[in-house]
Nanobody, 124 residues
Framework: QVQLVESGGGLVQAGGSLRLSCAAS????????MAWFRRAPGKERSFVAA????????YYTDSVKGRFTISRDNAKNTVYLQMNSLKPEDTAVYYC?????????????????WGQGTQVTVSS
């Protein structure tokens, strides 16, 4: 019903920046929440950031607060994750997720649709 495609991943040095994009297609809703999760090597998928599509409400996990910014472009049905001051511990596969409702959650099971993931590698 809804397809999500992430892009923008790559290899950067510590302290560098990267901008991830998540493009949505198919059936969409004006009030759904979207989020970014990541899966680091040898670890489970964990929450990074979320945004309510129809409002300015955002939430970040403590480890990225002040460095990452989640935003959206309603006309393009696209959500972004601007990542600054990257650290080696940010290395992970980053996933975009969409929720059918408007509330923001940090648990993966609360989200209905997922992208295929994009690799982010931070060296040094």
């Amino acid at each position: 019903q809804v397809q999500l495609v992430e892009s923008g991943g790559g290899l950067v040095q510590a302290g560098g920046s990267l901008r991830l994009s998540c493009a949505a297609s198919g059936r969409t809703f004006s009030n759904y929440a979207m989020a970014w999760f990541r899966r680091a090597p040898g670890k489970e998928r964990s929450f990074v950031a979320a945004i309510s599509w129809g409002s300015d409400s955002t939430y970040y996990t403590d480890s990225v607060k002040g460095r990452f910014t989640i935003s959206r472009d309603n006309a393009k049905n696209t959500v972004y994750l601007q990542m600054n001051s990257l650290k080696p511990e940010d290395t992970a596969v980053y996933y975009c997720a969409s929720q059918g409702g408007a509330l923001i959650f940090t648990q993966p099971y609360r989200y209905d649709y997922w992208g295929q993931g994009t690799q982010v590698t931070v060296s040094s």
